[in-house]
């Protein structure tokens, strides 16, 4: 009797220890499950309050696997010089060019914006190519077709965004692609075009200068998928511009509204009997002072502020651009000096990898504008043979 009860305790012992052992587990893992999916809703609870969303995690996973562009062109060059014509140019201006521009594959163009004669012009190959694209530098012209429309002034904001309003004196500073892609939606392309070309864009720029190129203004917006007139607007995409028809639009500003034809005299002959010849007259003179102040603190405090790194003597108020295409990076700077004696526009153009970009264009011209400075041609004045007051008369418009 004995004998069968331990026997029997003992398998309804192993029966029951097997029942709870199989209970147990099953138990263990609902509440591994339970425990499990309450951690993952305190982890998603905890993530939002500290504003890390599903899809900001999946934004930071993307930025680890970063695309980096690939250049092909160098930011560097040397014998940039070679080839140029130099007998008709100002000696002063030119070495200030040349140290200016050191060894960065690019030109540098300075004009005398009351004549539109070019007192230096580095690394004429490049200055008379077919261009490339103008970056955040077409912003000018779609800025003065804006005013000329009466779309804007100066301090009239656009809306971006929810809490984001901006008007065209800070957009111009610290070149803001969404105000100027908003701008180009307003105008339309067909608005756009018809003041590009009055603006100088996608005609020869120069008056009987051997080897100039043509840049291209294109017959129609550039399709959505690229953007379209927003695009145009804001990075100057499908548009090709030369550093000669940025200058003469710059200079139209400096001048107060005279579209020049750009002139390089190449003899000391060409120079004594100069005359300045006039392509049109611009109705911009009432539009100058608006667009100026983005110009002015684009110097001061945006894109170009690297100017003040090598000059601050005198105000100099201009326009960066930056971007890239086929492996290659395009930085410009569209300015002017503008000093007691006269003004002096200044054009920088560079191409080449990653130290290119519009800022490092604005230190070049900084340092050109100190150079110049150095040499006392702020106190002298432009040396020309003719004046701003018979530019016009000596003119032939078109």
């Not at 930071?60 to 040397?78: C, G, K, P, V």
């Not at 904001?157 to 004196?169: D, E, K, M, Q, Y």
């Not at 695009?231 to 030369?242: A, D, L, N, Y």
């Not at 086929?326 to 003004?343: D, E, I, K, L, Q």
Request: with cysteine; aromatic share 8%; proline share 4%.
């Amino acid at each position: 009797m004995v004998l069968a009860f331990v026997t029997l305790g003992v398998a309804d012992f192993g029966r029951a220890a097997n029942v709870n052992s199989r209970a147990l587990t099953a138990k263990s893992k609902s509440q591994k499950v339970a425990e499990s999916q309450r951690a993952k809703r305190r982890m998603s609870r905890l993530a939002k309050s500290r504003g890390v969303t599903p899809a900001r995690r999946r934004v930071s996973n993307r930025r680890r696997h970063r695309y980096y562009e690939r250049f092909y062109t160098s930011s560097f060059a040397e014998d940039i010089t070679e080839g140029d014509v130099t007998a008709g140019e100002d000696s002063i201006v030119r070495q200030a060019a040349i140290d200016a521009l050191g060894n960065m594959n690019g030109t540098v163009v300075a004009i005398e914006p009351t004549s539109g004669r070019v007192l230096a012009m580095v690394n004429q190959k490049l200055a008379l190519s077919s261009g490339a694209q103008p970056c955040s530098t077409i912003k000018v012209s779609v800025a003065l077709a804006a005013l000329s429309e009466n779309i804007i002034d100066k301090e009239t904001p656009i809306v971006l965004g929810r809490r984001s309003r901006v008007n065209l004196t800070e957009a111009m500073a610290r070149s803001n692609n969404a105000y100027f892609e908003a701008l180009g939606r307003k105008l339309g392309f067909d608005k756009v075009s018809y003041y590009a070309h009055q603006f100088g864009l996608g005609e020869m720029a120069g008056y009987n200068i051997e080897g100039e190129h043509l840049g291209i203004y294109p017959d129609e917006e550039i399709p959505a998928k690229l953007g379209g007139v927003g695009k145009m607007c804001s990075f100057g995409e499908g548009v090709s511009m030369t550093p000669l028809q940025l200058g003469a639009m710059i200079s139209a500003i400096a001048n107060g509204g005279t579209l020049y034809y750009m002139q390089h005299p190449s003899s000391a002959d060409e120079v004594a009997s100069f005359q300045p010849r006039v392509k049109r007259h611009l109705d911009i003179a009432p539009l100058i002072p608006e667009i100026s102040d983005g110009m002015a603190n684009a110097v001061l405090y945006g894109t170009a502020r690297s100017v003040l790194s090598n000059f601050s003597e005198e105000q100099v108020l201009g326009k960066t651009g930056t971007c890239s295409r086929a492996g290659t990076r395009y930085g410009w700077f569209g300015s002017y000096a503008n000093t007691n004696v006269g003004r002096i526009v200044t054009v920088v153009f560079l191409q080449g990898g990653r130290p290119t970009f519009g800022p490092k264009a604005a230190e070049i011209a900084g340092r050109m504008y100190r150079n110049l400075y150095d040499h006392s041609f702020f106190a002298n004045g432009p040396l020309l043979p003719s004046s701003a007051s018979n530019a016009r008369s000596a003119g032939n418009s078109q």
